[in-house]
């Protein structure tokens, strides 16, 4: 498949342990945010979303962290599985708006 | 995959040549966005449409052209394909019920100009 980075953060866990990504995120504007999953040869797949009025949302196996005041987020991942292994975006966007920014996303990689 | 398809899903082109890539959705989406995801650089917006005839410059719009004559199509188009413009294209549609925003992508094309 194709790369879709060759220089970007990597974190390697150890497989069913957890797994915590980061993220920072530029304008201070921003209300709504999202984590994304990119498998090799495939497009980005949407994991989880959190607004702005929250600071936690949990999912299946995933939980977002919002930190509004250091404009952070985290995405955590329980019990980490080999089919997690793959590069994870964050983006950014404003309600109203029509445009989503992107980060440069961290490669995870799980070892089994 | 929210019923998106791109065709080519791969292509080799000379440089200088004209070159169209098709995103075709089928569930009647009002936005649909195209991107560029090179090494190091991540998602990066070439343009986007938000309905039939109303699209926008993203933030590498240069040396590309959309069009959206019909709401399941949006087409982009590099009038002559320099090197630089060798990379992965990514259409995505938006999901806008519910208050919430996100993407949903196509499979990609892999575009090389050689």
């Known amino acids: 498949g194709e790369s879709v980075g060759l220089h970007l953060p990597t974190l390697s866990v150890q497989e069913g342990d957890n797994s915590i990504i980061n993220c920072a995120y530029s304008n201070s504007a921003s209300d709504y945010f999202i984590w994304y999953k990119q498998e090799s040869g495939k497009g980005p797949q949407f994991i989880i979303d959190?607004?702005?009025?929250?600071d936690k949302r949990q999912g299946q196996r995933v939980t977002v962290l919002l930190n509004k005041t250091v404009k952070h987020l985290s995405l955590q991942i329980a019990a980490t599985q080999p089919g997690d292994s793959a590069v994870y975006f964050c983006?950014?966007?404003?309600?109203?708006?029509?445009?989503?920014?992107f980060g440069a996303g961290t490669r995870l990689f799980v070892k089994a | 995959d929210a019923g998106i398809t791109q065709s080519p899903r791969h292509k080799v082109t000379e440089t200088g040549t004209p070159v169209t890539l098709r995103c075709h959705q089928t569930e009647n989406h009002r936005y649909m966005y195209w991107y560029r995801q090179d090494p190091g650089h991540g998602l990066r917006l070439i343009h986007y449409s938000y309905g039939v005839k109303d699209t926008d410059k993203g933030e590498v719009s240069d040396g590309y052209s959309v069009s959206r004559s019909k709401t399941e199509d949006f087409l982009l188009t590099l009038e002559s394909a320099t090197s630089s413009q060798t990379s992965v294209y990514f259409c995505a549609i938006r999901s806008g019920t519910g208050g919430t925003y996100e993407q949903y992508f196509g499979p990609g094309t892999r575009l090389t100009v050689t």
């Open positions: 959190i607004r702005s009025n929250m």
């Open positions: 983006a950014e966007s404003q309600t109203g708006g029509f445009k989503t920014i």
